[in-house]
């Protein structure tokens, strides 16, 4: 006997010491190994370095009991768990237990029979498990000895490459006649992965073994003959200094035959062909996917078309391309939302009930394209949010404000570097999906330029009966954006190009009132500033006082924006004290505000410039929202000019002319000396004198302040009109009644005279500011001096202080 080497008497002595139960007959003990399969038919050595493993190898040697070597899933695992181990392994008879000197323990093993675990028993210090052995099936077939014949070839043939073969190897495999055992050898020896190795091992049936075990040999064939022949071909020319080199170069040149570099360039374009069939794309979209991956694995790598084939084909596999389930929309849940988010907007909510109920019954349907137009702040962008949330989809926003290049939309030609698909393709690929809520911002600060005009892009997204053919420049394909719900955004409508407005369904909404202002920021804006600052409910607090005076006093606007940055003010300064070391809580009042915000902004100056003749109030429309407009006149010696200040535009200096001329006409009606316009000059000027000003609708407020001047009559303080007039002295209808008389009622007008032809634009007006001022329907001029003039006995009262 060899030194160092146990007889198995010897070895089951030694593990005498660690006596456990009987195992039962059907029983099998277990041992794991790392890294290497033992095929049946196949004997190797097995190092064991585990205490289990060496009290499961003493006990079968002890008891003459075969043993199972099943291989580990992960051969980092230090202790195995039944769950880190394959499920099949080798049947295995023990030659020889050695024990080396440095103490370590090493197997010799034969292997018989394939097994399969069943079921693991505990109650050992080592692994045992309940087993099915098995059997070797029978090959009879000729396809099989095919098989057999040109394995053995083709191992012969491997073996023959090598630069010194192991001349017993050949003999043996020469000699083996059966085809399973030839298949479970040629594994054995072969250069594979153990997990390679171990997917043969569990190949039951004889044919599928062979054709697996000829797969991974002939390629290993294909190395070792590239291998020689580049080596032929190289040798001539490089000398030993330049051997490194030269092995670098043998390395890159195989991986370049065999598409390996890179992890494998086969393995690229396989997972590219997965996710082209998992993307479920059209048969149009396939077949051209397909067609750039058939150019792309003709391509090498070093080819500066490759990677933007590459990038194209990311893109065509990335877009949600399949419809997903659809959501059924509840619309009690909806009507939920839009209230939680959004205080007031009845009407705008009611609209968008509609929207959700109509897609709800024809979710096929074509919807049409919303466009919330307004002016800043009053929460365009927080409705498409919230019609996102009540339909249970994705939501992207797509800012168009300063675009100017039409490919921002449809996307730039493939040709170009640097090439991406437009910002619509984008967004729904942000998105991932193709039903998502897209809301295009500021529609109307699009602008066109020498790259093209994007307005014209958006005419076919935001047509419901083309866009679900929409092509990227980029992408080259048709796209289906019928499913995506569009939302538009814009604070006016007068650059929206015609042909673009009429594709969208316009919903205006109106500036807040000062009750609505007050509402949303006790319920939104204040509780969300006390989060921005750090601040909790305990701490500080702004009482109704306070925000009744910051709405007052400290703002006027349509929205709440600067609302919500004064409250933001405020409740830094109480932040402030809190992290300085003041104990709470802070209260802010009204007689806080003068320290915090500074003295206020706005005062009520309608009753101070409307006390003396010649100053009227008017009614004004701008993009963020209505507005009040003085109109003041006076008289001085001349030679009857009318002069016109205040950065008037053309229009608003024809309405002057034409207010003029009208007063001349009924002087004698209204009791004006005809003489005062041969020997006057009329100056007329509109304050805020830096402002461009322009339009028809100022015409009855300039007439007015011509007759109050000239009667010496003041009109009343709480009155504020609008309306275009004629020569005639009819009053005609003008826009936007809905933003200015809300901005009366927000600069504290009781009283607002319209044109009667603006009846129909009572009903968009806010139920509460319907109910706060009184209104008079204008049809002749003559109705507003009978409504608006004092009397004669409080204008001479008054004309002193002019």
């Not at 009690?332 to 959700?356: F, P, S, V």
């Not at 034409?658 to 304050?687: C, M, Q, T, W």
């Not at 005639?728 to 009366?744: D, H, T, Y």
């Not at 706060?772 to 001029?781: G, I, K, M, P």
């Amino acid at each position: 006997m060899a030194e160092g080497e146990t007889s198995i008497h010897d070895a089951g002595a030694a593990g005498s010491a660690a006596e456990s139960p009987p195992l039962p007959p059907e029983g099998l003990i277990i041992v794991p190994v790392r890294g290497m399969v033992l095929f049946p038919g196949v004997a190797l050595p097995i190092a064991l370095g585990r205490p289990r493993s060496i009290l499961a190898a003493q006990r079968a040697v002890r008891e003459q009991r075969p043993i199972g070597v099943v291989m580990q899933r992960n051969a980092e695992a230090a202790e195995p768990i039944p769950a880190d181990m394959h499920r099949m392994g080798t049947i295995a008879n023990i030659v020889r237990y050695i024990t080396a000197p440095d103490g370590s323990h090493h197997l010799v093993c034969q292997g018989e029979q394939r097994f399969r675990v069943a079921d693991w028993l505990s109650g050992w210090p080592f692994f045992v498990a309940d087993t099915v052995r098995i059997p070797e099936p029978a090959a009879t077939s000729n396809e099989i000895e095919a098989r057999f014949v040109h394995l053995k070839g083709q191992a012969l043939e491997a073996l023959q490459l090598l630069p010194q073969a192991p001349e017993e190897l050949i003999a043996t495999i020469r000699g083996v006649e059966q085809p399973g055992a030839l298949a479970d050898m040629v594994a054995t020896f072969m250069d594979a992965t153990p997990d390679e190795k171990q997917e043969i091992l569990e190949t039951i049936d004889i044919a599928p073994r062979l054709d697996r075990v000829s797969r991974l040999i002939a390629h290993r064939i294909e190395v070792l003959r590239l291998s020689q022949e580049i080596g032929r071909e190289t040798r001539a020319s490089i000398d030993s200094r330049n051997r490194e080199a030269l092995l670098r170069e043998q390395m890159a040149a195989i991986q370049r035959q065999l598409g390996e570099g890179d992890e494998g360039k086969a393995a690229e374009m396989a997972e590219i062909e997965r996710a082209i069939v998992g993307a479920r794309m059209p048969k149009e979209v396939e077949d051209q996917a397909r067609k750039e991956l058939r150019r792309l694995q003709r391509m090498p790598e070093a080819a500066g078309e490759y990677g933007m084939i590459r990038t194209y084909l990311d893109w065509l596999v990335e877009l949600p391309w399949a419809l997903p389930e659809e959501k059924p929309i509840d619309i009690a849940e909806a009507r939920r939302i839009l209230d939680a988010d959004h205080y007031g907007l009845d009407k705008i909510k009611r609209r968008i009930i509609e929207y959700l109920a109509v897609r709800k019954l024809a979710p096929n349907g074509k919807a049409p394209i919303l466009c919330f137009a307004g002016p800043p702040g009053v929460g365009k962008t927080s409705l498409g949010q919230s019609i996102a949330r009540a339909m249970g989809r994705k939501f992207v926003r797509v800012s168009l404000g300063g675009v100017h290049d039409e490919a921002e939309i449809r996307g730039h030609r493939r040709t170009y570097i640097g090439a991406l698909p437009g910002n619509i393709i984008q967004s729904i690929r942000k998105a991932g999906s193709r039903d998502c809520v897209m809301m295009l911002d500021e529609i109307d600060k699009v602008s066109a330029s020498i790259q093209g005009d994007p307005s014209a892009a958006l005419l076919e997204v935001l047509d419901p009966e083309q866009n679900n053919t929409f092509r990227d420049n980029y992408l080259g394909v048709p796209f289906d954006l019928s499913r995506v719900v569009f939302i538009t955004t814009a604070n006016m409508l007068d650059t929206i190009p015609g042909p673009l407005r009429d594709r969208m369904e316009v919903i205006s909404l109106p500036g807040y009132t000062a009750n609505e202002k007050f509402q949303i920021a006790r319920r939104y804006l204040v509780p969300r500033q006390m989060e921005a600052n750090g601040l909790k409910a305990d701490q500080a607090s702004i009482d109704d006082a306070a925000l009744a005076a910051i709405i007052e006093r400290y703002t006027r606007e349509a929205g709440v924006r600067n609302l919500e940055r004064e409250i933001g003010r405020a409740l830094r300064r109480a932040a402030t004290r809190i992290a300085e070391g003041e104990p709470g809580p802070i209260a802010i009042g009204e007689a806080d505000l003068g320290a915090i915000l500074g003295p206020p902004i706005f005062e009520d100056e309608v009753a101070m410039r409307t006390s003396v003749p010649g100053v009227a109030t008017g009614l004004a429309w701008t993009p963020v929202g209505g507005d009040i407009l003085f109109i003041e006149a006076t008289v001085t010696p001349g030679g009857g000019r009318l002069i016109l200040t205040g950065q008037l535009g053309d229009v608003m200096k024809e309405s002057a002319q034409a207010a003029l001329s009208i007063v001349k006409n009924r002087a004698a009606a209204y009791g004006i000396d005809p003489a005062r316009f041969e020997k006057s000059d009329i100056h007329v000027h509109v304050p805020a004198g830096a402002t461009p000003k322009d339009g028809p609708s100022a015409g009855v407020a300039m007439f007015m302040a011509l007759v109050s001047l000239l009667t010496e009559r003041t009109i009343r303080s709480d009155t504020a009109m609008t309306g275009e007039i004629s020569l005639r002295g009819l009053v005609l209808p003008v826009g936007g009644i809905k933003e200015k008389v809300v901005a009366a009622h927000r600069a504290g007008i009781t009283r607002v005279m319209l044109p009667a032809r603006n009846r129909k634009d009572f009903e968009d007006i806010p139920e509460e500011v319907r109910q706060a001022l009184a209104f008079v329907w204008l049809e002749r001029v003559d109705q507003a001096v009978e409504a608006a003039l004092e009397p004669a006995k409080a204008a001479s009262v008054a004309a002193p202080a002019a």
